[in-house]
């Protein structure tokens, strides 16, 4: 299964992407920024799902959960500290990769101006979201899933418009995207560079889709792990 | 003797696997200060039941209480107060031994973690494993490592499933010496498995027999090799499994 997933999320993204290109004429100075902006935050979401499974992954791997799991340590607390390693993580990764979008294209984060602040806060939220979620399906199925630990967020590139705007997509995928805050995270970025006008509205709908997507996750966290507790499978994990 | 207070109460304890009961409502109580063997064939309900006790497996029905309170009220107060090694749960192999047993300290709020590990590494003679990674050690080295872990918050009980497998004679002795030792200096009570009748009867004050998920028999390893008219305990371990037809 995994050895499609790359090629095939890559070509459809790239696919609808082609297809923008080709509706503007490729015009505008905008491209570059557009392109790498997208980039370099898709990057972070990613990474951010990505920190958090693998810290609950790597306990698994070296058979450590139960440990964990007999110290006082909160399972909150358990939560609290995947997402401060996370932003650890993001922090190098993103210094890095600003550094090198900067030199490699001139292109300057900062230009996009702090405004989009807002929307870098809710994209990693949303990614520690996703990760959780990944978490809670390990939790459950042992490492056998780990392929959704470091893929999960490329099943939803696609229909977060990353690239392109939501309207390049089929109408069907369309209602899918709506739902993702990732989608108005985008949305609302490409509507700063390309009017200068920051969106609200973008920015509301983000949180209000973020909030249900945490709630509904850390509810599916919560009760995955009830339920390996009840089946006595957080010792037998592998 | 005094009465004692029940560090350990559990009552009609059951856990069922969808159709499987693997331990059935046992009752048995431990005791402050004892060391009390939990013994019974492979498959019996042992490490289920030490799970149950750690909020590791939820029970499907019965009461667990720990220091007198109710694991789902008290689950913080309770883990803190209490340590766990098995010689099948090992700690993350890319850290060095140290910052292991440093990372444990924190998770446990211990004071002075530097001096703790300094006597438990003078404890346990890993001393100079302190600074290898977790992931070189050899097993007897590692269950070493695992003890030293399982003492580093001055637990009140310890829970062991089988600390002892995978150790050589000499630092299983030791291990047991320092059981013994913890018990007297420490008043540490201990609730273990293993499958080594001698150890057994070596440092128990007392053991609990489960087979098949049911409590079988209880009582001193003195008091159960005279009851069953047998030499030693290994001859009792044997009539209980096999019904007594051996
Ligand atoms: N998560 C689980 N799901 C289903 N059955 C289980 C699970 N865990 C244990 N069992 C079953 O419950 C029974 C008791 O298992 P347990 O591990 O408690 O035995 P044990 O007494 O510790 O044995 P051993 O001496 O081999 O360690 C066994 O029959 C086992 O197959
Ligand atoms: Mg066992």
Known sequence: ?238 | MTKKKAVIEVKDLTKKFGGFTAVDKISFSVFSGEIVGFLGPNGAGKTTTIQMLLDLVTPTSGMVRMFGKDMKKAREEILNRVNFSSAYVAMPYNLKVWENLATFGRLYGVGNLKQKIKELADFFEITDLLPKMTGSLSSGQATRVNLAKALINDPELLLLDEPTASLDPDVADKTRKLLLQIQKEKGVTVLYTSHNMVEVEEICNRVVFINKGKITDTGTPGELVKKYGHKDLNDVFLTIVRGGEN
């Open chain 1, 1 to 238: 299964m995994d050895i499609f997933f790359w090629p095939v999320t890559e070509l459809l993204v790239w696919g609808f992407l082609s297809r923008y290109l080709e509706g503007t004429g490729l015009g505008g100075v905008n491209v570059v920024t557009v392109l790498l902006g997208a980039l370099i935050f898709w990057d972070l979401l990613s990474q951010s799902q990505r920190a958090v499974s693998v810290v609950f992954l790597e306990e698994v791997w070296e058979r450590n959960l139960l440990n964990i799991f007999v110290t006082p340590l909160k399972i909150s607390e358990f939560l609290v500290s995947t997402v401060l390693i996370g932003l650890a993580r993001i922090m190098l990764v993103g210094v890095v990769i600003t550094i090198m979008a900067f030199f490699l294209y001139q292109f300057n984060i900062f230009q996009l101006g702090f405004a989009l602040i807002p929307f870098v806060v809710n994209l990693l939220l949303f990614g520690w979201a996703i990760g959780l979620f990944a978490t809670a399906i390990i939790l459950r199925f042992g490492s056998a899933a780990q392929v959704l630990a470091f893929g999960l967020t490329f099943l939803l590139q696609p229909f977060s418009a990353v690239f392109y705007p939501v309207s390049a997509l089929p109408q069907m995928a369309q209602y899918i995207a709506y739902l993702l805050p990732s989608t108005h995270v985008f949305e609302g970025m490409r509507q700063v560079i390309n009017t200068g006008v920051f969106s609200w509205q973008q920015l509301g709908w983000t949180i209000i889709a973020n909030v249900v997507f945490i709630s509904l996750i850390l509810w599916f966290f919560y009760s995955m792990f009830a339920n390996v507790k009840e089946q006595g499978r957080l010792m037998k994990l592998d």
